[in-house]
C-alpha cells in the first residue's frame, strides 16, 4: 500500500495547483478579423487588365474595350498553382489605375462587357471567384482609386462611382478577406477625353471613413489594405521586404494612403504606435506587375524568392507575391516554375523541427499553465510566458547530442501585443555560452538565418522589451544550402566576366540563345562582347553535383567608346555599366556620342539603385541625331510606377539610325534634377 500512496500524493498536489493568473495584454492588440488574417501569412496577386494588352505597367485611360482579349483565360490553373505554392488566397485586380474593370459593371461602359472576351459576357471576377472557392482559397480585390479613364475623376461624383463599384464588388461575389486600395496617383490621365492633369488631395477626397464603413456593413470580416490600413498596411517597398525591427503598431492616425513620406517614416510601424496594423510585402514575380515579354528572362530566382520569404514572412509581415497573367490568360509556365520551386525549397528548409526531440527549460517560468512544453506543441495559442515585471528571460534547449542548425523561428503570442525588443540565441561551448545570432523585434513570426552552427545546447534570451515576453512557439531547424546562379557582368570595353558563388562551382555558358550545356563551353576567363549578345551561364558544383538556375543577361552594345556631351565628367557613370553608380544632371539630359552610327530600335534607363533616391525619370523624351546639330524626336513617354518601382525601364520604337542620342527628363517623381542609373540602347 505505502509505496502507492507518494506518486498519489505528488499528482493530486500538481492537479490541485492553480493555473497562473493571465498576463494583461499591452495595447494596441490585434481584433479577431486579424488574428484571423494573420495566419495566413501567404497569398498571391494577380495582376491582369488592360495593361496585359496595352504592354503597360499604368495604362493612361484611353484604351478601348476591344483591346482586352485573352485567347485562353483560365481562372482554373491560376488557382491550382497557388494552391499547390502554399498560397491561402489570391486577390485580383478588379480595376487598375486606367479604370477597365473586370466584371459587367452597371456603372461603366469601360469593362468586359463591351470587349470580345466571351463576346462580352464574360464576368471575370466571378470566374476567379469560383475558381478560388473549388481551390479553397480566400478572394481578395485590388481596387485602384485614382482612375484615368473617368471623366469625373477629381469631382465629388466619381467617389460616389467608387462606392457604386465597391458595392457591386462585396455584394454579388460570396465573402472577400481582404481589399486593396492603393495609394498611387500620377496626376496625368484620359479622363473622358479632357486629357489633363488631376491632383486630388489624398487626405480628404476620398472621404475615406464613409468609405470604410460601407466596407464594414458589406464585408465585416474583410480586411482592408492601404498604406494608412486601418487593416493591414503597406511594408514601403516593392520589394517584398519587410525590415530587421519590424512593428505591428503603428500611429494610424500620422497617415494617410498615398503620402509622400510613407516608406521613409512609417513603414517599419512604430514601437509606441496607437493601432495594430500589421505589414503586408507585395512583390511581382517578375520586375513588373503586369505581364511582358520582354521580361520572361526576368523571372525571380530561387535564390531571390526565398530572400523575398526570409524578409518577409521571416520579418513579422503577411508576402503577397504578384503573377503578371499572361496575354493568354494563364500564368506563364517560367512563373509556375518559379513559384513551386520555392514552395518546394520552404518545405525543405523547415522540414524537421529540431525543437520536438529536445528538452526545454527555463528558470523563469510564470508558473503553471504558461511552461515551457507549450514552446514546442505547435500550438499558436498556448505560449510561456515570466511572472509580471521580468521582461528578462532565458529558454534553454538541451537536444541530447550535438546537432547542426542554421535557422531560429521565434513566433510571439501578438494576440496580448507585440513586446520583444532584443533577443539572443547562444550556444554552450565547454560550459560557456557563446552568441550565434541576434535580433530586435519577434512579433507574429520572426526566422533569424545563420551559418552552420553545431551544438548539444542553445538558449534564448529575451533581452528587452515593452513588457514580460509572451512566446507561442520556437522552431530550430538545418535549411539544406541553396547553389546560387552565377554572376554575369561587362565593362564598358566589353569584357564580360561570370563568377560562381563558390570556388568549388564549375560554369558553363553559351552566346548563341540556347539555354547553357553542362560539360559544355567551361567558363575559364573572361571574354569580349561587343554587339548584342544573350550571355546564359549555369553553374555545377563539383562536392555536391548540384546544378544551378539560369542566369542570363541581354547585352547590348558595349559602351567603351561612347563619350557624354557635357562638361561634368562624372556623366560616365550613367553609362559605366554599374548599377549602384548614378549621374545628377542639373541639365535634366544625357546627351551622347556614341562614336559610331548604330540602328537604334530602343533604350533602357535604370534609374538610381542607391538608399536615398531622387530624381527618377517619370517623363522622357527622346531625341536623335546624325551630325550632332540637327535632331529628330524618336519617343516620348511616361515611365509608370517608377517611384514605387524602380526597376529597369525598356523602350522600343522603329528602327532609327543615330550617332547622338539626347534623352531628355521631362518630369522627375520628384522634381528634382534628374538622376541616370544606367543607360543603354537597345539595337535588336
Ligand atoms: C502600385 C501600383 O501603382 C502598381 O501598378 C501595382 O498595382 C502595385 C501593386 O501597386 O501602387
Ligand atoms: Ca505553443
Redesign the pocket.
Known amino acids: 500500500m505505502k509505496k502507492y500512496i507518494w506518486p498519489f500524493l505528488i499528482l493530486s498536489f500538481t492537479y490541485c495547483q492553480e493555473k497562473a493568473a493571465p498576463p494583461e495584454p499591452i495595447l494596441p492588440i490585434p481584433n479577431e478579423r486579424q488574428i484571423a488574417w494573420q495566419e495566413l501569412q501567404y497569398y498571391g496577386?494577380v495582376?491582369f487588365n488592360m495593361n496585359t494588352f496595352s504592354d503597360r505597367?499604368?495604362g493612361f485611360g484611353d484604351e478601348k474595350p476591344e483591346q482586352f482579349n485573352p485567347t485562353a483565360l483560365d481562372t482554373r490553373q491560376w488557382a491550382r498553382i497557388a494552391k499547390e505554392a502554399g498560397m491561402k488566397g489570391l486577390i485580383i485586380?478588379a480595376k487598375?489605375?486606367d479604370g477597365f474593370v473586370l466584371w459587367p459593371s452597371k456603372y461603366t461602359e469601360h469593362s468586359v462587357k463591351n470587349s470580345p472576351w466571351r463576346d462580352g459576357k464574360g464576368d471575370l471576377i466571378q470566374e476567379f471567384v469560383d475558381a478560388c472557392r473549388e481551390e479553397d482559397l480566400k478572394v481578395g480585390i485590388?481596387y485602384?482609386p485614382w482612375d484615368r479613364n473617368h471623366p469625373d475623376y477629381g469631382k465629388p461624383e466619381y467617389v460616389t462611382y467608387m462606392r457604386n463599384q465597391l458595392t457591386e464588388l462585396l455584394t454579388n461575389y460570396g465573402e472577400i478577406f481582404e481589399i486593396w486600395f492603393?495609394?498611387?496617383n500620377g496626376g496625368t490621365g484620359w479622363y473622358g477625353g479632357a486629357n489633363e492633369e488631376r491632383k486630388v488631395d489624398k487626405f480628404s477626397y476620398y472621404d475615406w471613413p464613409t468609405t470604410i464603413d460601407l466596407v464594414r456593413k458589406l464585408q465585416p470580416n474583410a480586411m482592408l489594405f492601404s498604406d494608412a490600413g486601418p487593416d493591414v498596411r503597406w511594408v514601403g517597398n516593392?520589394h517584398g521586404f519587410a525590415y530587421e525591427t519590424t512593428w505591428s503598431n503603428l500611429m494610424r492616425d500620422s497617415v494617410y494612403a498615398g503620402m509622400p513620406e510613407f516608406s521613409e517614416k512609417w513603414a517599419t510601424g512604430q514601437e509606441n504606435g496607437t493601432h495594430w496594423v500589421p505589414a503586408e510585402s507585395?512583390v511581382?514575380i517578375r520586375p513588373g506587375?503586369?505581364y511582358h515579354a520582354y521580361e520572361d528572362h526576368k523571372v525571380k530566382t530561387l535564390p531571390e524568392l526565398m530572400e523575398i520569404y526570409y524578409k518577409s514572412i521571416g520579418q513579422n509581415s503577411s508576402l503577397l507575391i504578384?503573377f503578371p497573367v499572361d496575354r493568354r490568360g494563364l500564368i506563364h509556365e517560367k512563373d509556375e516554375e518559379a513559384i513551386l520551386k520555392m514552395a518546394a525549397k520552404i518545405k525543405e528548409d523547415f522540414a524537421t523541427n529540431l525543437v520536438k526531440g529536445a528538452t526545454l527549460k527555463s528558470a523563469d517560468d510564470r508558473g503553471k499553465g504558461y511552461e515551457v512544453k507549450n514552446l514546442a506543441d505547435g500550438d499558436f495559442d498556448t505560449y510561456w510566458t515570466t511572472p509580471d515585471g521580468q521582461i528578462e528571460a532565458s529558454v534553454e534547449l538541451d537536444f541530447g547530442k550535438n546537432v547542426s542548425f542554421n535557422r531560429l523561428l521565434l513566433q510571439e503570442f501578438v494576440n496580448l501585443g507585440q513586446r520583444v525588443k532584443a533577443f539572443s540565441l547562444e550556444k554552450e561551448v565547454n560550459g560557456n555560452w557563446e552568441k550565434i545570432a541576434e535580433g530586435t523585434t519577434i512579433g507574429y513570426k520572426r526566422i533569424l538565418r545563420f551559418a552552420d552552427t553545431e551544438a548539444q545546447k542553445i538558449r534564448i534570451n529575451f533581452l528587452d522589451g515593452k513588457g514580460i515576453p509572451i512566446i507561442s512557439e520556437i522552431g530550430v531547424f538545418s535549411a539544406p544550402a541553396l547553389l546560387f546562379p552565377p554572376k554575369i557582368s561587362r565593362t564598358p570595353e566589353g569584357k564580360v566576366s561570370i563568377t560562381a558563388a563558390e570556388e568549388s562551382q564549375q560554369i558553363y555558358f553559351s552566346l548563341d540563345g540556347n539555354a547553357p550545356k553542362i560539360g559544355e563551353n567551361a567558363y575559364s576567363e573572361d571574354f569580349e562582347v561587343l554587339e548584342a549578345t544573350t550571355v546564359q551561364a549555369i553553374a555545377v558544383d563539383s562536392k555536391s553535383g548540384k546544378t544551378s538556375e539560369v542566369a542570363r543577361v541581354d547585352f547590348d552594345l558595349a559602351k567603351g567608346n561612347w563619350k557624354p556631351i557635357t562638361s561634368d565628367s562624372n556623366a560616365n557613370w550613367a553609362i559605366d555599366e554599374k548599377s549602384q553608380t548614378y549621374w545628377t544632371s542639373t541639365e535634366n539630359e544625357l546627351e551622347l556620342d556614341l562614336r559610331d552610327e548604330v540602328n537604334l530600335s530602343g533604350f533602357t534607363y535604370l534609374p538610381m539603385q542607391a538608399r536615398y533616391p531622387s530624381g527618377y525619370i517619370s517623363e522622357y523624351s527622346l531625341e536623335v541625331s546624325l551630325d550632332g546639330k540637327t535632331w529628330k524626336g524618336i519617343s516620348k513617354g511616361e515611365f509608370?510606377?517608377i517611384q514605387?518601382?524602380p526597376i529597369e525601364q525598356m523602350v522600343r520604337f522603329d528602327q532609327a539610325a543615330a550617332r547622338f542620342i539626347r534623352f531628355k527628363a521631362l518630369k522627375t517623381t520628384d522634381r528634382n534634377p534628374a538622376t541616370f542609373g544606367e543607360f543603354g540602347v537597345l539595337t535588336r
Open positions: 496577386f495582376h505597367e499604368w485586380t487598375h489605375h485590388y485602384s492603393d495609394g498611387a516593392e507585395d511581382s506587375w503586369y504578384n509608370s510606377n514605387n518601382s
